[in-house]
């Protein structure tokens, strides 16, 4: 594991700003979501989907790619010759079921095949080889390209899915260590005001002005302020722990020192810029968009299987050309050339009409699949937006409350002051002060927290 503050390259990562004297470093939500981004092992594997796409579409490029193949066979025997053939041939695909094909054979020998037999100069030929049924505009070529095309956009949507997960589990990691660090400073000063009460019940005490039981009880009270301190303390770690899960250099994890701190609570990491309808947002979530090219790729596939149920019939012509003794140029005759054709054709197609029920099926349920995740995100952002304004609501209920546990605290300091008031008294009123502003802590997180689910629903968690 590496250190921060062992490399000064990973300080400069990391560092926003620093305190005055304090050691402290402050980690920007931006700067955090940079570092996952460049960094974690599954926002690579994320771009991987990019590069697997490519690869598909070159490989479905290569089945326009031409082909040249040889080949030379020759049996001697008996002090014989039976005979020699040489054969190359060239062929070149199209986008259509037709394919130039082209070549070269020379042949000779005592015991040669009389159809084989050429003359020392060889025989050249140059044709076309077409599908006129099955396979003439929907083939296994096109069916390979068009599925390419669509992977593209398939894959793109998979790696939104793979990063919108991987940010969204990190940035609810990244409020949970934000809230804890804002529950502590609330402690902490807990434990200086306790600390005061303490020491000025205790002055007090020796001054003959207040009983003992004021000062055990001042006492108890600073214990449970260093108590609540310590819980808080392995709560604190525990999410930092957890956000040290999303934090790599250099293809090693990342250990964060005590140090180092969340940005300041009171900023604003989240922005809702997106206000379109829900149906218009639940549209635009890759999860929706990747069923859609699903079904895209279904449906190509659905073609070729329909077009399975024609009948195979291939055309062959190639117009043969001989050289002349005294020339290097193959001279061409109309009445010199091969023809003849394939056909074939299953006496019942039940394999084809099995095949397009399948096709079917996975289509509707697909279909279903789409009807059903449009329906739980539709539910879920306006659910998500429900809950916003409702935890907006309760924000700024406790804000007030807070506020007013406040006033009510420093009255009561005041009238402590002038012997008016106990230490129980004033412990009531902090102890309702601190709850309040750890409750306004925890119910700002979870605002915060619902707004991360509905970017998250609408696909606008990660921002250029």
């Not at 015991?111 to 100069?121: I, Q, R």
């Not at 040290?244 to 300041?264: R, S």
């Not at 190639?318 to 140029?329: D, K, R």
């Not at 003849?340 to 039940?350: A, E, Q, Y």
Request: with cysteine; net charge negative.
């Amino acid at each position: 594991m590496k250190i921060i503050g062992r490399c000064f390259f990973c300080w400069i990562l990391f560092i926003s700003h620093a305190y005055g004297q304090s050691e402290n470093t402050i980690i920007t939500y931006e700067q955090y979501l940079v570092n996952i981004l460049k960094h974690h092992p599954v926002a690579k594997q994320a771009n991987l989907k990019t590069d697997l796409a490519n690869a598909q579409w070159l490989n479905a490029k290569g089945n326009f790619d031409p082909t040249l193949s040889s080949n030379w066979n020759q049996k001697n025997f008996d002090d014989k010759l039976y005979y020699r053939q040489f054969q190359a041939r060239v062929e070149v695909p199209t986008r259509i079921g037709i394919d130039v094909v082209g070549g070269y054979e020379n042949t000779e020998g005592n015991f040669l095949n009389p159809e084989n037999k050429t003359d020392s100069y060889g025989l050249w030929n140059v044709g076309i080889e077409a599908n006129l049924l099955q396979g003439l505009l929907v083939n296994e070529r096109n069916t390979a390209l068009a599925q390419a095309r669509v992977f593209k956009d398939m894959a793109f949507n998979q790696q939104q899915i793979i990063l919108n997960e991987l940010i969204y589990t990190a940035s609810f990691a990244y409020l949970e260590w934000q809230k804890y660090n804002a529950f502590e400073s609330v402690i902490q000063e807990n434990i200086q005001l306790a600390q005061t009460y303490f020491e000025n019940t205790r002055t007090s005490f020796l001054n003959g002005e207040k009983t003992a039981m004021d000062t055990l009880e001042a006492m108890i009270i600073l214990q449970d302020a260093n108590t609540l301190f310590q819980f808080n303390e392995a709560a604190r770690s525990k999410s930092q722990q957890r956000l040290e899960n999303f934090l790599w250099m250099d293809g090693e994890p990342i250990a964060l020192q005590q140090t180092v701190l969340p940005q300041d609570f009171a900023d604003v990491l989240f922005v809702i810029q997106d206000l379109s309808s829900a149906a218009n947002l639940v549209n635009n979530n890759p999860m929706i968009l990747e069923k859609l090219n699903k079904q895209s790729m279904l449906e190509i596939e659905q073609k070729l299987k329909r077009e399975k149920l024609k009948p195979k019939l291939k055309a062959k012509y190639n117009p043969l050309l001989a050289t002349a003794e005294n020339s290097i140029v193959p001279s061409y005759s109309a009445s010199d050339y091969k023809w003849g054709f394939d056909f074939s054709m299953p006496l019942f197609l039940r394999s084809e009409r099995a095949n397009i029920q399948i096709g079917k099926i996975k289509m509707e349920e697909n279909l279903l699949d789409i009807d059903n995740k449009r329906n739980e995100l539709l539910n879920k952002i306006e659910n998500s937006m429900e809950q916003q304004s409702i935890l907006d609501q309760q924000v700024q209920l406790q804000e007030q409350n807070v506020a007013g546990y406040k006033q009510l605290l420093d009255g009561e300091n005041e009238k402590f002051r002038f012997g008016e008031s106990s230490v129980f008294l004033v412990n009531k009123r902090q102890e309702k002060y601190v709850n309040g502003r750890i409750k306004l802590i925890s119910t700002a997180v979870k605002q915060r927290m619902e707004v991360l689910n509905y970017l998250y629903y609408t696909n606008d968690l990660i921002v250029e």
